[in-house]
């Protein structure tokens, strides 16, 4: 793998690593304000579910899009 | 919440039912998501096609898709965040309405029953008469626009309901 190659895949990591974080903290910020509207006792209103299971879902993908384009450029023939 | 506020503040009306945003809103970012997916699939093949013929064209390739799918990746993920996140809660005195989209817009509205004076349901289109979604408009005292809310799924519940919520308060407060 070239070298510019390499470096912007580390950099396209870095940066969609940020990405993730900063959306995940805004997700939770704004899920604590929410709280404030409708309670400790109706927190299940505001964190169903899905929104636990998609934010997993989310550093998932995160995590292991950029391993995937590892494999399929290494999976070219050299 | 602050400690002061926290004592404060009065205990929270009960929640009566949540509403969020129909899944027909889904459909727009799922197909924009695989079909970026599909087409990116199909210029990595053809970048490994042309691999051994033009090296750096199947590099450009690769690399313009990879970042394009990282972008696809990230705005599928806010949009699921937004339906989930998006929510209309019915409480024993008030509407609250949570206009979300992280990153970009955090809109809250706090209706309290006593200032609604009409509400009217509006479903348009095969699909909403189909799967019974539409959009609810609240005339509300002093508020100089109308309240707008899109895709609102069984809009003839949802209106009954604050109706029958209404009516129960004026009832409760007269009785007083």
């Given at each position: 793998m ?6 912007g895949?580390?950099?396209?990591t870095?940066l969609s ?7 995940e903290v805004?997700?939770?910020h704004i899920?604590e304000s929410?709280?404030q509207?409708?309670?400790e ?5 505001v964190t169903?579910?899905?929104l636990?299971?998609?934010r997993?879902?989310?550093?998932l993908v995160?995590i292991?899009?950029?391993w ?8 070219f023939p050299? | 919440m602050s400690?002061?506020l926290e004592?404060?503040?009065?205990p929270?009306n009960a ?9 027909v ?8 998501f695989?079909?970026?997916w ?11 096609d042309?691999?051994e013929?033009?090296y ?5 390739i690769?690399v313009v898709t990879?970042?394009?799918l990282v972008?696809a990746n990230?705005?599928f993920?806010?949009f699921?965040?937004k ?5 209309l ?7 609250i309405d949570?206009?979300?989209?992280p ?8 209706i ?5 004076q ?8 095969f ?7 539409g959009d609810i408009y ?14 609102v799924?069984?809009?003839v519940g949802?209106i009954?309901?604050v109706e029958t ?10 009785s007083k």
């Amino acid at each position: 793998m070239p070298l510019w190659v390499f470096l912007g895949f580390i950099i396209q990591t870095i940066l969609s690593l940020m990405i993730m974080i900063w959306v995940e903290v805004d997700v939770s910020h704004i899920v604590e304000s929410q709280k404030q509207y409708v309670g400790e006792e109706n927190i299940r209103f505001v964190t169903p579910f899905s929104l636990q299971l998609f934010r997993l879902l989310y550093l998932l993908v995160v995590i292991l899009f950029p391993w995937l384009m590892l494999l399929i450029f290494n999976s070219f023939p050299q | 919440m602050s400690p002061i506020l926290e004592k404060l503040a009065p205990p929270k009306n009960a929640i009566i039912k949540a509403v969020g945003n129909h899944w027909v809103t889904l459909v727009a970012p799922i197909i924009f998501f695989l079909f970026t997916w599909g087409i990116c699939i199909m210029l990595f093949v053809l970048s490994r096609d042309i691999y051994e013929t033009d090296y750096l064209m199947s590099l450009g390739i690769f690399v313009v898709t990879s970042w394009v799918l990282v972008i696809a990746n990230h705005i599928f993920f806010i949009f699921m965040f937004k339906w989930i996140q998006s929510l209309l809660l019915i409480t024993s005195k008030d509407v609250i309405d949570f206009d979300v989209i992280p990153l970009v817009r955090y809109d809250v509205g706090i209706i309290g029953f006593y200032g609604i004076q009409e509400m009217e349901e509006q479903i348009h289109g095969f699909l909403g008469k189909i799967l019974n979604y539409g959009d609810i408009y609240m005339h509300v005292v002093w508020h100089p626009t109308v309240r707008e809310f899109k895709y609102v799924p069984d809009p003839v519940g949802f209106i009954s309901l604050v109706e029958t919520l209404k009516k129960k308060m004026d009832i409760e407060k007269d009785s007083k």
